[in-house]
């Protein structure tokens, strides 16, 4: 485990900052015992990965990677799901971006932290959809 995967597993309140993204977990995400699909909170965390890639890219970017991946709690119908992301390191083309992923009952203030990973992005070229150099920070 590297020393970024330890900090996050053990984090127990939010992120300081405002989430990239919330959404509520509806019935119709759900498996046949009613908690959400692991497959819908994954799409929402790649959705808020690439609206940060999107910012730092200043464009298009695309996914190439997860990992790292760590399912911890259910989410359940209802839930307000708040997602967390940050840029964690960049190359010349290539970025990875943390997200975290806090479900809130509709009905508590609790949140607790149900899901994290590393998505790694590419800086895509609009017109050749090749990638592209990242610009300057």
Do not use: C
């Amino acid at each position: 485990m590297t020393q970024n995967e330890k900090s996050l597993t053990q984090s127990e309140v939010p992120p300081g900052e405002e989430p990239v993204i919330r959404s509520i977990a509806m019935p119709a995400d759900t498996n046949p015992y009613g908690d959400i699909f692991g497959g819908w909170l994954m799409s929402q965390m790649d959705l808020a990965a690439s609206n940060v890639a999107s910012r730092v890219a200043r464009g298009r970017a695309s996914t190439v990677r997860v990992e790292a991946m760590n399912f911890l709690r259910p989410v359940r119908v209802g839930d307000v799901v708040s997602l967390y992301g940050r840029l964690v390191g960049r190359g010349r083309t290539s970025m990875k971006i943390e997200v975290e992923a806090w479900r809130r009952a509709r009905d508590s203030e609790e949140t607790v932290k149900v899901t994290e990973a590393i998505f790694t992005f590419v800086a895509i070229d609009h017109e050749t959809r090749r990638p592209r150099p990242l610009p300057d920070e």
